[in-house]
């Protein structure tokens, strides 16, 4: 189950809107147990991990036992049951991690495996499967993807100068780790101040993996992304979609959507923003199943303030801004604080010169 838990990994961030599943398919031979088959969801979601593995073991399958990190679907859509797969295959047993909450699914598949007479072992590693099927999980439960809040920090608390639009506070290390998981997330979510003074790409800059670029979204309210900038110009090449009022003006839309950025309108919230929970609902419904956010304190704080992010990924470093730093929010300060119960740590470790923290929140600690 370890080993099909990192063969999904490895499609993270690539099979949206479906989950990245990973499957292993075990025969029991002469000399012992060996693996005839491995199978992981493919890029844009189809085909499904298990009956690649199976189409790889071929006759082996049969009398074979099934490690998957997913329920296998029990319904038809755009490719047939895989519960269906399994049972054509010969399969004998089926170890399983985590069940699906997807309501056409949740239970079904299982039900459909054990009436045709397979032995189904649920739950196996189902804490360690779950970190990369959150996205997943939080989509079908939640109605809005996983948000992943990355930091960098500087060891007086700031996040970066109000008078510098680029300044470097963690190391090549971190930076590096930041954009692995950059790749793995679906969408990356800045503000329209980060966009205006940063102009970023915010495309994955590790060598060969820019076809890995998640989609990108800014926050926006009133439409001011300039036409010029990086993010517009590359629309054609990465998604761009644009989060605006709904009453946002209609002739900055139109020059945007001329360069192919996709504006997405959503309503204002009681604070007379952009409803965060319905920018998120809104992705969700486009298939998006984890974001990223990376951009500015002040959509930090809000999405902290609105209990809707899930992970906080906080690189500290012994760099200081010092003077004319922006803080980070205090906001962000409490709810990370243990006496909040809000977040604990799952991961801690040296990265490079830096450090870096991993936050998870208190109710889904397995």
């Known amino acids: 189950m370890g080993a099909a838990i990192r063969l999904a990994r490895r499609h993270l961030g690539l099979t ?42 071929g006759a082996a399958a049969r009398g074979a036992t099934l490690y998957v990190t997913l329920e296998p679907c029990s319904h038809h859509g755009r490719t047939p049951p895989c519960a269906d797969a399994i049972v054509a295959a010969g399969i004998r047993r ?46 079908v439960t939640r109605g809005r993807p996983r948000v992943l809040l990355k930091l960098a920090v500087s060891a007086d608390r700031r996040l970066g100068r109000r008078d510098q639009a680029r300044l470097a506070i963690t190391g090549p290390a971190a930076r590096a780790v930041a954009q692995i998981m950059r790749a793995e997330a679906d969408a990356i979510l800045i503000g329209i101040g980060t966009a205006r003074v940063d102009d970023p790409d ?10 890995l670029s998640p989609i990108r979204v800014v ?10 900038s990086r993010l517009a110009r590359t629309a054609r090449d990465v998604p761009v979609r644009l ?26 919230g009681a604070d007379g923003r952009i409803d965060l929970a319905a920018a998120l609902a809104v992705l969700a419904g486009q298939g998006v199943t ?32 010092g003077p004319g730093g922006v803080d980070l929010p205090a906001a962000i300060e409490t709810a990370l604080a243990p006496e ?5 740590v799952v991961d801690c470790r040296a990265v490079g010169a830096d450090r870096l923290t991993r936050y998870a929140r208190e109710t889904e600690r397995s």
């Open 16 to 57: 949206a809107p479906n989950p990245a599943v990973g499957a292993i398919v075990v025969s029991a031979g002469p000399d012992g147990p060996r693996v005839v088959g491995r199978g992981v969801t493919a890029l844009g979601g189809r085909p499904h991990a298990e009956p690649q593995a199976l189409a790889q073991a």
């Open 94 to 139: 089926v170890v399983c991690a985590l069940d699906d909450p997807d309501p056409r699914v949740s239970g079904h598949g299982f039900a459909r495996l054990e009436a045709a007479g397979i032995e189904v072992l649920r739950g196996v590693c189902a804490g360690e499967a779950r970190d990369g099927l959150a996205g997943h999980l939080s989509r």
């Open 202 to 211: 915010l495309t994955v800059r590790l060598p060969g993996a820019g076809s």
């Open 219 to 228: 926050l926006d309210g009133a439409c001011r992304l300039s036409p010029q």
């Open 243 to 268: 989060i605006v009022a709904d009453d946002a003006p209609d002739e900055r839309r139109r020059a945007l959507a001329a360069l192919g950025v996709e504006i997405v309108p959503v309503p204002h």
């Open 290 to 321: 984890s974001v990223m956010v990376e951009g500015g304190a002040e959509v930090a704080a809000a999405l902290i303030a609105a209990d809707l992010v899930d992970d906080v990924a906080l690189f500290t470093s012994d760099v200081v801004v």
């Open 340 to 344: 909040a119960r809000r977040f604990h």
